[in-house]
C-alpha cells in the first residue's frame, strides 16, 4: 500500500480513540460526526473539479454556497452545498 493509505489507516485507528466501541455505530456516534464532514468534502471535490473544466473553456464562475439538508439511517444533517454560481436550468 502507499504512504497516503498508511496515513489514512493511522488516522482511523486514532478516531475511536477513548470512545465506547458500541457507540461509534450508535445515533449521535463517530459515524454521524464524520458524515456532515465527509458528505460536504466529497461533494465539492466533485464541483471543484466541473469548475476547473468550465474555467478551462474560458468561463468565469464564482462558487456559491447552498444548504440542503440530507436524511441519513441514523441522523438528519444540513450540508453546506457549493454550487457553481450558474442560474438554474429550467425544463
Excluded: C
Excluded at 482511523?12 to 465527509?38: S, W, Y
Amino acid at each position: 500500500m502507499g504512504e497516503s493509505s498508511h496515513g489514512y489507516r493511522q488516522l482511523l485507528d486514532q478516531l475511536p480513540a477513548g470512545r465506547d466501541p458500541n457507540e461509534v455505530f450508535a445515533k449521535d456516534g463517530l459515524l454521524d460526526d464524520l458524515k456532515k464532514p465527509l458528505s460536504e468534502r466529497i461533494l465539492d471535490a466533485e464541483l471543484d473539479e466541473h469548475l476547473e473544466d468550465e474555467r478551462a473553456g474560458g468561463a468565469a464562475i464564482a462558487a456559491t454556497h447552498s444548504k440542503k439538508s440530507v436524511l441519513t439511517g441514523t441522523s438528519k444533517m444540513t450540508l453546506s452545498i457549493q454550487r457553481d454560481g450558474l442560474p438554474p436550468i429550467r425544463s
